[in-house]
């Protein structure tokens, strides 16, 4: 059966809730906030980091004022990519492409690692059987790729149980610690700006902002939305205040389980087990074991969500033109990108086994490196996506309100890049490591960058690639 070279990816495959799973799942409510939340706690600013999730997650809504608002007139799976060429031009599209092509292939490096480690530690504790933490990643890797090559309806729903699970553990031990320590423990001065900028704010910042990568997805998947004029920025506003909602409960919980006087010590002392501690004591001994398993579902559900991503930005890369043709193929049966999935998950897990062969730890030398490298990424790619909504709305000449095209993008531009300014002041903090050449890996965003200016810019005399515009939906066939 012959390929379809012209990149047609399945219509009408998901609507608003699916969408919202993929985003959610993204996030990894459980496994998180099992490291994030006492990172925040612990080395940025205390018992205000509650208050900076709520910051955070106000600011990713006026961001996507402007970016739901180009869903409506751009439905393209490079999202980012497809918005900066639409509003400043194909040149700074494809330097964006190519630096969320580094973003997203850092995360499911990433987050393949950190499968294979609590994978492994499940394993041993729970079933007795020793698997070391790269072959896990190698089985995680090998099974999220059999999964999205079956189209992404086929990962939404196994993304749906697994999400429903984690979800329900964690707001679980969020109730727990309410009825067990009472209502009085929650410090309102978690959300007084004396606290919120107290500390080292800015580490807090990164710790919070990296909850969030990958809310954007919901314009990635828009074509194959169904309704994507209302169904993308239906699903992102929802997937923000979702999980804005989980991390403030959890890091607030966190505070007022330990009392404002001991939460920061304890997460400091012991991040690791801080979260743990937490669902022992007030749910029992049996959520320690649900937590065992449930980290590694939850890791496993952002392993789905960034490989769709990642995988996606190549095919959308390579059906403009800007990356081999043959990325652009989809599948006869299931209209899923897997040439370009078999890439992608081919360069993960040689990385993940480089850093095994070297004998790297998953977590400090594997994890700092990549981590920074996803949120600095993603980061950088809105400042410039929120310019770009302005000079789309005046290139396009399309109706919009002041507020949608030129004030909330503005203002998120501002924000956005003051925040990717104290990112970078603490990325060695970030990483946990004082490695000169981990110092200087937000470079390697700067290189493709400049590399994609420089392939379109070998290419100015060809037509630029026509973005998809968004239909009006219409009826699925089975």
Wanted: aromatic share 10%; proline share 4%.
């Amino acid at each position: 059966m012959t390929e379809k070279r012209s990149g047609a990816l399945r219509r009408n495959a998901m609507g608003a809730p699916e969408m919202v799973f993929l985003v959610i799942a993204f996030a990894a409510p459980l496994a998180a906030s099992t490291t994030n939340v006492p990172m925040a706690i612990g080395l940025g600013n205390g018992v205000g980091a509650p208050g900076t999730w709520l910051v955070v997650g106000l600011l990713l809504a006026l961001f996507s004022v402007g970016y739901t608002a180009m869903s409506r007139h751009i439905s393209n799976a490079g999202a980012f990519y497809a918005y900066i060429t639409a509003g400043l031009g194909r040149a700074a599209g494809v330097g964006a492409g190519y630096v969320a092509l580094v973003a997203y292939f850092a995360s499911v490096i990433l987050i393949g690692a950190f499968f294979g480690f609590f994978a492994s530690a499940a394993l041993d504790s729970e079933f007795g059987i020793g698997v070391s933490w790269p072959v896990c990643s190698m089985i995680g890797l090998a099974a999220v790729f059999a999964l999205c090559y079956l189209g992404v309806q086929t990962s939404v729903r196994l993304l749906g149980v697994l999400l429903a699970l984690e979800t329900l553990l964690l707001v679980a031990i969020i109730v727990a610690v309410l009825v067990n320590v009472g209502p009085g423990e929650y410090t309102l001065s978690s959300f007084a700006p004396a606290e919120v900028f107290s500390g080292t704010p800015g580490i807090a910042l990164a710790f919070c902002f990296s909850t969030f990568l990958g809310f954007e997805a919901t314009a990635i998947f828009s074509e194959e939305a169904r309704d994507p004029k209302r169904t993308v920025a239906r699903a992102t506003f929802v997937a923000i205040a979702i999980i804005a909602f989980l991390y403030l409960a959890a890091s607030w919980s966190a505070v007022a389980a330990f009392g404002a006087g001991n939460a920061v010590a304890t997460a400091a002392e012991d991040p690791g087990g801080m979260i743990f501690a937490i669902a022992g004591e007030n749910l029992g001994a049996w959520s320690l074991h649900a937590f065992n398993i449930l980290i590694v579902t939850s890791l496993f559900a952002v392993l789905i969500a960034a490989h769709n991503s990642a995988s996606r930005y190549l095919f959308a890369l390579s059906r403009d033109g800007w990356l081999p043709a043959a990325l652009s193929a989809t599948h006869p049966r299931y209209s899923s990108p897997h040439v370009a999935a078999v890439l992608q998950i081919s360069i993960s897990a040689a990385v993940v086994l480089a850093y095994a062969i070297a004998g790297a730890d998953p977590f400090t030398q594997l994890g700092a490196t990549f981590v920074g490298m996803t949120t600095l990424g993603v980061v950088s790619l809105m400042v410039v996506v929120s310019i770009a909504v302005v000079g789309y709305f005046r290139r396009s000449g399309e109706e919009a309100t002041l507020w949608t095209s030129t004030i909330a993008p503005l203002a998120s531009a501002v924000l956005l890049a003051g925040t990717l300014v104290l990112i970078i002041d603490n990325f060695g903090l970030l990483t946990g490591t004082d490695s000169t050449v981990i110092h200087l890996l937000p470079l390697l965003l700067v290189v493709a960058f400049v590399t994609g200016l420089l392939v379109a810019a070998r290419r100015g005399d060809e037509p630029a690639p026509v973005l998809d515009e968004v239909e009006e939906p219409v009826l699925a066939v089975s």
